[in-house]
């Protein structure tokens, strides 16, 4: 074989759509709002071309910057040698989706903010950090 370079090279699965969703995109894809600050996970969609992140960002997750008609600006760590820079890239909504990485953490705050008060009604102490399960 020779030593391809091209755009897409070695996306073949990558950007292929699941077995039996291929066709029409659901509007539901359209309908979801996204505003500054949400964060999002990126994954390229092949059916739609156009907007479409490069292979590099595809399953990162970034912070939306900046929101168009049809797409969002998007910060993505991106590991260059030895260093890791913040890239700015424009996404259209089809390629991305709001991340549920963060829910687990926002249901555990409002869990100890719950914890902390009851422990200062009783006027007791009360373990809030994480625990080594045995």
Known sequence: MT?????????RYMFSRPFR??????????MRIYKKG????????GTVQ???PHKCYHGKTGRV???????????????VKGKILAKRINVRIEHIKHSKSRDSFLK?????DQKKKEAKEKG????????VSA
């Open 50 to 52: 156009k907007g479409m």
């Open 108 to 112: 555990r705050v409002k869990e100890n």
């Open 38 to 45: 949400d964060i999002v996970d990126i994954k390229g969609m």
């Open 65 to 79: 910057y900046n929101v168009t008609q049809h797409a969002v600006g998007i910060v993505v760590n991106k590991q």
């Open 124 to 131: 007791t102490w009360v373990q809030l950090k994480r625990q």
């Open 3 to 11: 030593n391809t370079k091209g755009k897409r090279r070695g996306t």
């Open 21 to 30: 969703k291929h066709g029409v995109v659901p509007l539901a894809t359209y």
